[in-house]
């Protein structure tokens, strides 16, 4: 079965199904999800190729906040990719914010299907209101979370440290369901310790 092969392996077939404005537009909640959320210009949907090993399944641009609808790929035939709605930067209407605030909080408390959360955050600048509360709402449902410190290519040793003690600082909450892992989607690294997580949430490890 396509689903028994290894995530890298069931990612690197993900393929676009549909994008969805609400959460009723969703697939039929069944199998398995991880979502990927982030802020605008944190490179959520350069994670998202470069976990899949393909150069334009997410869209990327240089205009931050492309990605405003639940974007659904399919990896077999009970896993699943959701792209949410990026937040901070995006130049978008008042109503449209305030849709997304309700819904996406409400599709990481109630959605079954979904076995986790990555979080992409721009390892360059400190954690923002918006990503602390993600994190904070996966805990209060016990919902597991990867937090991607994205573009740690851009640092040098030094600054890596002190990411890593910040965000350390940030997040300590004793948790299990929280992890923290340096990534680089341009240059390619932290794939093997992300996809490590990943499996771990897929057979009920986390």
Same mark, same amino acid.
């Given at each position: 079965?396509?689903?028994?092969?290894?995530?890298?392996?069931?990612?690197?077939?993900?393929?676009?199904?549909?994008?969805?404005? %609400?959460l009723?537009?969703?697939p039929?909640?069944?199998?398995?999800?991880?979502?990927?959320?982030?802020?605008?210009?944190?490179?959520?949907?350069?994670?998202?190729?470069?976990?899949?090993?393909?150069?334009?399944?997410? %869209?990327?641009?240089?205009?931050?906040?492309?990605?405003?609808?639940?974007?659904?790929?399919?990896?077999?035939?009970?896993?699943?990719? @959701?792209?949410?709605?990026?937040?901070?930067?995006?130049?978008?209407?008042?109503?449209?914010?305030?849709?997304?605030?309700?819904?996406?909080?409400?599709?990481?408390?109630?959605?079954?299907?979904?076995i986790?959360?990555?979080?992409?955050?721009?390892?360059?600048?400190?954690?923002?209101?918006e990503?602390l509360?993600?994190?904070?709402?996966?805990?209060?449902?016990?919902?597991?979370?990867?937090?991607?410190?994205?573009? @740690?290519d851009?640092?040098?040793?030094?600054?890596?440290?002190?990411?890593?003690?910040?965000?350390?600082?940030?997040?300590?909450?004793?948790?299990?369901?929280?992890?923290?892992?340096?990534?680089?989607?341009?240059?390619?690294q932290?794939?093997?310790q992300a996809?490590?997580?990943?499996?771990?949430?897929?057979?009920?490890?986390?």
């Amino acid at each position: 079965m396509t689903s028994q092969l290894p995530l890298r392996q069931q990612f690197s077939r993900a393929g676009f199904v549909k994008e969805a404005h %609400r959460l009723d537009q969703l697939p039929d909640d069944l199998g398995q999800e991880i979502a990927f959320v982030g802020r605008s210009n944190a490179g959520k949907s350069s994670v998202i190729n470069c976990l899949c090993r393909r150069k334009n399944l997410a %869209r990327t641009s240089r205009t931050p906040g492309r990605t405003q609808q639940f974007v659904v790929f399919q990896c077999a035939a009970d896993q699943r990719i @959701i792209d949410l709605p990026g937040f901070g930067f995006a130049k978008v209407s008042k109503s449209k914010r305030q849709h997304w605030d309700r819904v996406i909080p409400r599709y990481l408390q109630t959605r079954q299907s979904l076995i986790g959360l990555v979080l992409v955050v721009d390892s360059r600048h400190p954690l923002k209101v918006e990503e602390l509360s993600i994190v904070q709402w996966c805990e209060d449902v016990s919902l597991p979370i990867l937090v991607l410190l994205n573009k @740690i290519d851009k640092l040098n040793q030094k600054e890596r440290a002190a990411c890593r003690k910040f965000v350390g600082a940030e997040l300590d909450s004793g948790s299990e369901l929280v992890s923290i892992q340096e990534f680089s989607a341009t240059k390619v690294q932290g794939l093997e310790q992300a996809f490590k997580v990943l499996e771990q949430w897929r057979t009920g490890e986390i």
